[in-house]
């Protein structure tokens, strides 16, 4: 299984789909969710819980994330008892979350939470709700949160609002000493090159990852997110300029300070590359 810490790709699968499950922890995500909120139509939900059951008694070191329903659903009680103590689960993904009560109902059962901010009422409660016990990171559902706001998505307008969600979330995400958030998904998945200039600027906004709708947009998510090779070099040569010299150094024409330095360390981080 992959770092914890490292969550660059999260790719949703249906829960009523487990023969797609395979598939999906193939596809070289960082985690697999599998989804038992949207993908699943309401009278099938029992049944999509029944074959994801089956699918980790089979399959204990799955190691999948599970979407669960909303808290005002009326299959989140049925949710949280599914998950109780169930082997084959490394985290929980909690749609519309809005209230830090019902965040730490889910955190009861133990596992690692994403919080997925989907209205208004999530991004004015993003403090409380980035303060739980058991919350790693944020995430966000720009469609779900367009229609809640009235924004129309994909339009300048729109977009900008967007950012101010996301900016919130980052602010957030750094001021409760989370993991990075999780960039929304992206519709577009027969151009590898859309999610890919996603990803990027996600990851130039402070996003450390990035939802996946389809195994095609995995690895283009993953180059989205590394740092191109000039920075790369850029990052070495400063670390190596600040680990040679204990005075003020320069590289390219430009002071080196403490705080560059600790910039070149985390786009070394973000390549994976150990330093």
Known sequence: MPSPDLMRS???VPANRPERIPKALAAGADIVIVDLEDAVAPEAKADARQALGDYLQANADAGLWIRINAAESTEFDADLAFCHGRPGIAGLVVPKAETAESLARVAE???PLIALIESAAGLQALSALSQVEGVERLSFGALDLSVDLGIEPGSEGGDWILDQARYQIVLHSRLAGLAPPIETVHPEFRNPEVAENAARRAAEMGFGGMLCIH???????????APSAEKLDWARRVIAAADNDAGAVQ?????IDAPVVMRARRLIQRAGTVQ
């Open 10 to 12: 999260a790719l949703f």
């Open 109 to 111: 059962l133990g596992y």
């Open 215 to 225: 195994p095609q947009q995995v690895e283009a998510v993953h180059r989205g997110l």
């Open 251 to 255: 590289v390219d024409g430009q002071m």
